[in-house]
């Protein structure tokens, strides 16, 4: 049997030792060129990637440029104010929409025109620009119409980069709807003010009811009548300045919406506020907004001086009458002054003889006590008629006021043969 080989071991070289040897050496020599060639490898690498960087950094820029351009036009032409752009000579080079509606010119026909087409010439804007000084203040423009309108202008030179002026941009503002609110304002001020100077001075007093009849304005004259300090009224219900018999009138002008039917005016009576009672004409109306009738208008007019005047009209009437009737009412004391007198020198006489008889005596006496009584009764309502009496509503039985008025003619009617037949009920209601 034979034994297995063993296979024989590998022989190296001398020179093949010599080329291990060297390997390594030329690896490290080949190393250095590999890193340079390398490094400008990635070098060029950097330097395409630089390029691209900026190559696309300028496109943002312009990118921007485009964008922001837009944006700012976008803004400008929808902003709701009027702006316009000028070149430093004053011609106008952008006109937006809110500029269009203001002036009533399309942009077309304006740009490249002098601003002064505008109206814009006075003050002078465009020098005011070209000293580089903004303007802002009131002007007068003119629209494409000729309608001359305020406005508010604001403008602003732009500068190149040496701080020069090269163009304008104005804004402006319609200030027409401003100026006819503030004329607005103003007559309804001066209206105002006119109303409450009238109101003021007026000799009547005037109040405003609402609906629920609560004062919520009372003029000076109204306080004055009442005595209430201004603005005391304010806040109380009617009815705290009406007498009781007169308030379910006031109730009927505040339910009928400012008036009665067939019922213009009232007398009534108010009250002060320290409880004086006060005569008065009162007069209303409806007072009326947009959404209808809101309260009651109250014109109060103070009887007291007429009252008075009437009095004293009615006592010198009663004066004169009193002199016409007075022949007529001596004539009726002295026919019972007379019939007095002889039953006197009668008794005196019956006395002085002794022959008094005492029925006869009686009977005498009887007919003095009834002429002495007719004289009185004379007398008195005489008295009566003359007196200075307030006028006052009171209950009054007719009959006496027909045997008082008989009392003044019956001597009249006598002498003309004129007969009075006197029957009065009983049962009369006073």
Not at 16 to 26: L, R
Not at 152 to 173: F, S, T, Y
Request: charged fraction near 30%.
């Amino acid at each position: 049997m034979e034994k297995e080989r063993t296979p024989p071991k590998p022989r190296i070289t001398s020179s093949e030792i010599s080329s291990i040897s060297e390997k390594p050496h030329k690896r490290r020599q080949r190393a250095p060129l590999d890193a340079q060639r390398d490094t400008l490898a990635g070098s060029a690498t950097a330097n395409r990637r630089n390029r691209a960087n900026q190559l696309n950094w300028d496109e943002f820029i312009l990118g921007l440029k485009k964008t922001t351009k837009e944006f700012i036009e976008n803004v400008l032409e929808n902003i709701i104010e009027s702006i316009v752009m000028t070149n430093i000579d004053g011609r106008l080079v952008f006109f937006n929409k809110f500029s269009e509606e203001m002036f009533g010119y399309r942009a077309e026909e304006v740009l490249n025109s002098h601003i002064a087409v505008l109206g814009t010439t006075d003050p002078d804007v465009i020098g005011e620009i070209r000293r580089n000084r903004p303007f802002h203040g009131e002007i007068t423009l003119r629209t494409k119409d000729g309608r001359i309108f305020p406005a508010h202008v604001r403008c602003v030179p732009l500068r190149d980069e040496k701080d020069r002026p090269i163009a304008m941009v104005g804004v402006a503002r319609d200030l027409s709807k401003e100026k006819e609110k503030e004329f607005i304002d103003h007559e309804i001020a001066r209206l105002k003010a006119f109303s409450e100077n009238i109101i003021a001075s007026v000799n009547d007093g005037i109040q405003i009811l609402d609906l629920q009849g609560t004062i919520t304005f009372a003029n000076p004259r109204l306080e004055e009548l009442l005595e209430y300090a201004p603005g005391g009224l304010l806040g109380l219900h009617f009815s705290r300045v009406v007498i009781p018999e007169g308030r379910s009138t006031f109730r009927k002008i505040i339910q009928w919406g400012g008036t009665i039917p067939g019922k213009t005016s009232f007398e009534t009576r108010l009250v002060s506020r320290s409880g004086r009672s006060l005569p008065v004409l009162v007069s209303s109306s409806p007072f009326v907004e947009d959404s209808g009738v809101v309260g009651i208008v109250i014109a109060v007019t103070d009887l007291s001086e007429m009252q008075r005047l009437k009095e004293d009209l009615f006592h010198s009437e009663k004066m004169c009458l009193i002199g016409t009737l007075a022949g007529e009412v001596a004539h009726e004391i002295n026919n019972p002054l007379g019939g007095l007198v002889m039953a006197v020198q009668m008794l005196k006489e019956d006395v002085r003889e002794g022959n008094i008889d005492p029925h006869a005596l009686l009977d005498e006496l009887t007919e003095i006590e009834a002429d002495a009584r007719r004289c009185r009764h004379i007398v008195n309502k005489l008295l009566e008629f003359s007196r200075r009496m307030p006028e006052e509503r009171t209950l009054l039985n007719i009959n006496d006021l027909i045997e008082d008025a008989l009392l003044l003619v019956q001597r009249q009617a006598e002498l003309d043969d004129v007969l009075f037949t006197k029957k009065y009920a009983e049962d009369l209601p006073l």
